[in-house]
């Protein structure tokens, strides 16, 4: 069964101290690995993409990595405006076509 | 640019009604996709479509039943509302398998 683990649940960080998101997931043959950002009232929000171990993508204040186990979403310097929800998703390789989604980081940013 | 737009984006209903949810895409996306978000769980899907005229179950898909008779178009129809299916519905699209998915701003269902 395809599994995706997020942590920690929740992270409270003061403005400008950098820190990472943990996603560990467990798949029959991955296809790629998502990054959402989630507001409240809002529908996820597409962040990146990865497909290989090794890769990373950099946007602003955030930088994802993609390991064979897990992935990392490291904020660096965040601000206020970065709190959210950050979910994690796979796509597995068979069954399904949608994703798997970790149950979310709550991350607040305090000025 | 809209994107995914979703309606209603509340409704309260009482057991044993029924209603549809619409999702409506200006992507020109091939693959839609209806979810459910409940507190302490991750998303989990419904049922998907990877194109007109055609849909898949998907994890959770018991209860609900759906419709892709346009591209543009992703219909979620509850046939008869229990308790348990009060939720926040998200439908998403994407160009293609494996391609991100882009999703709508979500349907709040409260089911008495």
């Known amino acids: 069964e395809d599994q995706v683990t997020q942590s920690p649940e929740a992270l409270r960080l003061q403005e400008g101290e950098s820190s990472s998101l943990n996603c560990s997931y467990t798949?029959?043959?991955?296809?790629?690995l998502f990054w959402y950002r989630q507001d409240p009232g809002k529908g996820p929000e597409f962040l990146f993409t990865?497909?290989?171990a090794g890769e990373e993508k950099e946007k602003e204040r955030l930088k994802a990595t993609l390991t064979k186990k897990e992935s990392f979403l490291h904020i660096t310097a965040p601000k206020p405006e970065d709190s959210a929800t950050y979910l994690c998703a796979v796509h597995p390789g068979g069954g399904a076509d949608g994703l798997t989604f970790g149950k979310g980081t709550h991350l607040i940013i305090q000025p | 640019n809209a994107g995914v737009t979703q309606t209603p984006k509340f409704r309260v209903l009482k057991t044993g009604q029924s209603m549809t949810l619409l999702c409506a895409q200006d992507?020109?996306?091939?693959?839609m996709y209806w979810y459910r978000q409940d507190p302490g769980m991750g998303l989990r899907l419904i049922h998907y479509?990877?194109?007109?005229?055609?849909?898949a179950k998907g994890e959770v898909p018991d209860g609900y039943n759906v419709s892709r008779l346009k591209k543009q178009n992703f219909l979620l129809g509850l046939e008869s509302a229990a308790p348990s299916q009060t939720s926040v519905y998200f439908c998403a699209s994407s160009y293609s398998w494996g391609q991100p998915q882009h999703f709508g701003d979500g349907t709040r269902l409260s089911i008495l």
């Open positions: 479509s990877v194109g007109e005229g055609t849909t």
């Open positions: 798949v029959s043959g991955l296809r790629g």
């Open positions: 992507m020109n996306h091939e693959y």
């Open positions: 990865l497909y290989s």
